[in-house]
Nanobody, 117 residues
Framework: QVRVVESGGGLVQAGGSLRLSCTAA?????????AGWYRQVPGNEREVVAS???????TFADSAKGRFTISRDKSKNTIYLQMNSLRPEDTTMYYC??????????WGRGTQVTVSS
């Protein structure tokens, strides 16, 4: 069974930074081949914020470009989302989706990010 766990959320003032972590663990060998960070405001659909592919190419939502970066540590099977210049509108739950070509994709339960003005 694969578990995806997000961490690093919290309360920060506008203009501040947070680094979210997403770690995938399982009893079998599950390496994160590709992953994405998503966020969902209540009442809205979940939207992708940033993603990283198996070849380490990255994509970002327009709202994240220039402020967020996504990276990985393969030795730790962990994906990071570095968020800088945070804005109050970035406040919401952030979710990680980790994908492996054999095992499929798995969601974590999310981590809350709150940006105060």
């Amino acid at each position: 069974q694969v578990r995806v766990v997000e961490s690093g959320g919290g309360l920060v003032q506008a203009g501040g930074s947070l680094r979210l972590s997403c770690t995938a663990a399982s009893g079998s060998t599950f390496s994160v081949d590709a992953a994405g960070w998503y966020r969902q405001v209540p009442g809205n659909e979940r939207e992708v914020v940033a993603s990283i592919r198996s070849d380490d190419t990255t994509t970002f939502a327009d709202s994240a470009k220039g402020r967020f970066t996504i990276s990985r540590d393969k030795s730790k099977n962990t994906i990071y989302l570095q968020m800088n210049s945070l804005r109050p509108e970035d406040t919401t739950m952030y979710y990680c989706n980790a994908w492996n070509p054999v095992f499929g994709n798995y969601w974590g339960r999310g981590t809350q990010v709150t940006v105060s003005s």
